[in-house]
């Protein structure tokens, strides 16, 4: 999983030009030992928001899809390959509130076994227990 975390970094970065300020290995992929579904998950911290038709199309020929403003200043993509989610990229602000919170979390589920292993059965039940999939 690492070195294909390293491959999509890489393809993304492209994408953002002089505005990309970091990118971030986030979401279950990012924390060795927790129970999760073959989908990597990239938090990509900007300057700004600028030329976004540009920076779309460049993310459509990587094979994302632009998903709807999560909130101000936090935009989404998403890929799929043959009908299944492969990819997802958050794009926030350099200051925005989402990106302490999406690497705090991670940091804490790779940092503590304790509550790595709640949220790993949490999250098992959940599934476990969804018919109808997300609303």
Not at 65 to 77: I, M, P, Q, T, W
Not at 110 to 133: C, I, T
Request: proline share 2%; net charge neutral; glycine share 8%.
């Amino acid at each position: 999983m690492a070195c294909s975390v390293f491959i999509e970094k890489e393809r993304v970065a492209k994408s953002f030009g002089t505005e990309l300020g970091d990118i971030h290995h986030v979401g279950s992929t990012a924390v060795p030992g927790l129970a999760a579904k073959p989908e990597i998950d990239l938090l990509v911290e900007v300057s700004e928001h600028r030329n976004q038709a540009a920076r779309d199309a460049s993310m459509r020929a990587l094979g994302y899809v632009r998903g709807k403003d999560l909130s101000a200043g936090h935009h989404f993509y998403r890929r799929d390959v043959d009908g299944v989610r492969t990819h997802k990229v958050h794009v926030c602000v350099s200051d925005h509130w989402q990106i302490e919170r999406m690497l705090r979390f991670r940091d804490l589920l790779r940092d503590d076994p304790v509550v790595r292993q709640q949220y790993q059965d949490l999250k098992l039940e959940l599934e476990a227990n969804n018919r109808q999939g997300i609303g």
